[in-house]
């Protein structure tokens, strides 16, 4: 299996904060990378695919890099709606794996 | 709008079959990947299978030897059996759509919480 692997674990921040997720493969996955985020008690939200493109809907502040086997997902301008846990996920293999999840926290 | 919404028992014993259902409105239920997805309190997320292509299915490994997933496209359902559960299956369990020749899950249900105790 494809191990996915996030950093920080935790990330203190406040509103107007440009801030960075980092997801690590531990083998190469192309662009195959999705991002997700998951409110207290919700299902995850759809963010970006194929590692950078956003999912309709999704704010332009939200941005996603990479290719290969290190990927970040970019806020650049912290909202207060965007307090969450966000998720990656690879889709390039089976089984398809998530990482173990960013909390993003108000500083 | 697509909709997903899972129902199912709560609570199942040890050893038994963990059952839930998931109904999808608001869109064809053709043309896409139909999946579970769990994630166990306080934990993170773990792709369970799914089906496609008129039955066709792909489970991950760790759950395949108990999992089953199948569909009724007459009444835009998808179905998840997963047997001989423990404690390690309590989990809240997703249904979600995924699109795309590399499918990724655009639409997810609410989740119900499956408790696996005696």
């Known amino acids: 299996d494809i191990q996915m692997t996030q950093s920080p674990s935790t990330l203190s921040a406040s509103v107007g904060d440009r801030v960075t997720i980092t997801c690590r493969a531990s083998?190469?996955?192309?662009?195959?990378l999705a991002w997700y985020q998951q409110k207290p008690g919700k299902a995850p939200k759809f963010l970006v695919y194929?590692?950078?493109t956003l999912e309709s809907g999704v704010p332009s502040r939200f941005s996603g890099s990479g290719s290969g086997t290190e990927f970040t997902l970019t806020i650049s301008s912290l909202q207060p709606d965007d307090f969450a846990i966000y998720y990656c996920?690879?889709?390039?293999?089976?089984?398809?794996?998530f990482g173990q999840g960013t909390k993003l926290e108000s500083k | 709008q697509v909709q997903l919404q899972e129902s199912g028992p709560g609570l199942v014993k040890p050893s038994e079959t963990l059952s839930l259902t998931c109904t999808v409105s608001?869109?064809?239920?053709?043309?896409?990947?139909w999946s579970w997805i769990r994630q166990p309190p306080g934990k993170g997320l773990e792709w369970i299978g799914y089906?496609?292509?008129?039955?066709?299915?792909n489970y991950n490994p760790s759950l395949e030897s108990r999992v089953t997933i199948s569909e009724d496209t007459s009444i835009n359902q998808f179905s998840l059996k997963l047997s001989s559960v423990t404690a390690a299956d309590t989990a809240v369990y997703y249904c979600?759509?995924?699109?795309?020749?590399?499918?990724?899950?655009?639409?997810w249900g609410q989740g119900t919480l499956v408790t696996v105790s005696s």
């Open positions: 996920q690879q889709y390039n293999s089976y089984p398809y794996t």
């Open positions: 608001g869109d064809s239920f053709s043309s896409f990947y």
């Open positions: 194929k590692a950078s």
């Open positions: 089906i496609y292509d008129s039955g066709s299915t």
């Open positions: 979600a759509r995924a699109r795309g020749s590399r499918p990724n899950f655009d639409y």
């Open positions: 083998q190469t996955i192309s662009t195959w």
